[in-house]
């Protein structure tokens, strides 16, 4: 299977399955000498595992990271970084009697149709548990980022129509409430909204988004590596992602250029902008303010009603699910949309280092 790596100077290839013995990733690229230790990874593991809150699946995983290669006396050492996560709560019985059969909503028919096989067991690569590896190889470019003082931060932006108020933004109420949302009222609104649909046996969507602070200008390419292009590939990529938006993202569209145009002042000596519907990107390329994305997820398709399908003998049938599964994805998905953000922006620092002579000549010029 091709597909499973992402990134140029900074890669990453994830591996494993939902129900395998374990799943995993390995980063290459990464510069040596930065500190890192397993609880720089557990710290974000820990956002996304499942158990956790009462909008989430039920199945028990501690998710403990071993990272077992790339690591000397707590600092990288620029070979390969290969961590492993291993799967101790399968139930694989639950997904048995679903190898005859396609789940609406699910990957299980094109997969079918790619390979001519699949791995039934919770989804097998479809499986919402390959972000494990996403979110490890997230934590490191996040650490990396933060030694330059760039913040990558993301959180749950809206729950079915529950959309939060910025005026109230506090992401410390986010980081400790079951919905991921920086608005105390509209996560209560969204709590009650989320307790409805499990009473329907149904599943809810939303949205994501992600900030990220102190990002200098002239990041990403004019043509195809431009920055927004590369972050909508990262983000896209996740599963059940169905859109992607820099700033005002579809609303530009039904905006005027004297209101969506951005204008240029000059503030202490350095040129910003006096808005910033562009979301950080003008022409592919970072324009120093701050960077906004979201991600529009569709609800979790794994839902208990009674639902029609099709089986692999070409009959119609009627089936319902059984498992453990997430009412919504959005809460866990947070993280996984930070830290794709995080590894696609820290591969493409890399990349920019080659952009002007007078970087080179920095770096090596005695």
Known sequence: MAGSTFGSLFKITTWGESHGAALGVVVDGCPAGLALCEVDIQTFLDRRKPGATKFATQRKEADSVEILSGIFEG????????????????????????????????????????????????????????????????????????????????????????????????????RTNHTGMPDREANEKAAAYLQECMKNLDSAGGVVACSVKNLPAGIGEPVFGKLDANLAKAIMSIGAVKAFEIGDG????????????????????????????????????????????????????????????????????????????????????????????????????????????????HFYKK
């Open 75 to 174: 600092k990288t050492t620029g070979t390969p970084i290969s961590m492993l996560i291993r799967n101790t709560s399968q139930r694989s019985a639950d997904y048995s009697e679903i190898a005859s059969y396609y789940r609406p909503g699910h990957a299980d028919y094109t997969f079918d149709q790619k390979y001519g096989f699949r791995d039934y067991r919770g989804g097998g690569r479809s499986s919402g548990r390959e972000t494990i590896g996403r979110v490890a190889a997230g934590a490191i470019a996040a650490k990396a980022l933060a030694q330059l003082g760039i913040s990558v931060t993301a959180y749950t932006y809206a729950i079915g129509d529950i959309t939060i108020n910025m005026e109230h933004f506090d992401l410390n109420e986010a």
């Open 250 to 361: 579809t609303a530009a569209a039904k905006s005027n250029g004297s209101i969506n145009n951005d204008c240029f002042r000059m503030k202490d000596g350095a040129v910003t902008k006096t808005t910033n519907h562009a979301g950080g990107v003008l022409g592919g390329i970072s324009d120093g303010s701050e960077l906004l994305l979201k991600a529009y997820f569709k609800p979790t398709p794994s839902i208990f009603q009674e639902q029609e399908t099709v089986n692999q003998n070409g009959e119609n049938i009627t089936v319902q699910i059984k498992g453990r599964h997430d009412p919504i994805i959005v809460p866990r998905a947070v993280v996984v949309v930070e830290a794709m953000t995080a590894v696609t922006i820290f591969d493409m620092l890399l990349q920019n280092m080659t952009a002007q002579m007078t970087h080179l000549q």
